[in-house]
T-cell receptor, first 115, second 111 residues
């Protein structure tokens, strides 16, 4: 069981370039999340999705877009990368809130550097 | 702003000692969860406590929850060097679907 898989694991972008981060989960989870983690800090929620075809903004959505065309995939896009988006990005998935065990399963992270 | 705030930010202890970390939050929650993160890795779920529970145990972990004070604590007993990691609390809010994390406590266990 792969769990949550993020690609790529590392990337260096030039300012203004675009890219898409892919998150795939094989646990049939309804909910998926994208977080960013900056040095010495916790995770800040960028966008999340409560099901296929739905997305919602988190705490820090500016400069990012997301899509959830398939239940198992959640894509995070940067249309015009900025140095402030240098961070480690984590994807997570859970079953819906209110169910018995809503623990989040995380990917291993994508380390993005924007120069 | 972060829903959960951990205290202390950093904790350094000797192997065999107990480690206690605290988390405070602001809104009504369905549950509160604790996660561990080894350096450069993803987060791993440790334990979940529901809003109607006051204490929960799992191995060397003990979690308490005080909803009247909007606070939780994580106790790791008989710590080991391998427990060295960052520990985060996360709250599942009743108002929405979001899982919101605090800024974490960096625990160092010295052999």
């Amino acid at each position: 069981n792969a769990g949550v898989t993020q690609t790529p694991k590392f990337r260096v972008l030039k300012t203004g370039q675009s890219m898409t981060l892919l998150c795939a989960q094989d646990m049939n989870h309804e909910y998926m999340y994208w977080y960013r983690q900056d040095p010495g800090m916790g995770l800040r929620l960028i966008h999340y999705s409560v099901g296929e075809g739905t997305t919602a903004k988190g705490e820090v959505p500016d400069g990012y877009n997301v899509s959830r065309l398939k239940k198992q995939n959640f894509l995070l896009g940067l249309e015009s990368a900025a140095p402030s988006q240098t961070s480690v990005y984590f994807c997570a998935s859970t079953i819906p809130p209110g169910d018995m065990n809503t623990e989040a399963f995380f990917g291993q992270g994508t380390r993005l550097t924007v120069v | 702003s972060q829903q959960g705030e951990e205290d202390p930010q950093a904790l350094s202890i000797q192997e065999g000692e107990n480690a206690t970390m605290n988390c405070s939050y602001k809104t009504s929650i369905n549950n509160l969860q604790w996660y561990r993160q080894n350096s450069g890795r993803g987060l791993v779920h440790l334990i979940l406590i529901r809003s109607n529970e006051r204490e929960k145990h799992s191995g060397r972990l003990r979690v308490t929850l005080d909803t009247s004070k909007k606070s939780s604590s994580l106790l790791i007993t008989a710590s080991r060097a391998a427990d060295t990691a960052s520990y985060f609390c996360a709250t599942e809010e009743t108002s929405g679907s979001r899982l919101t994390f605090g800024e974490g406590t960096q625990l160092t266990v010295n052999p």
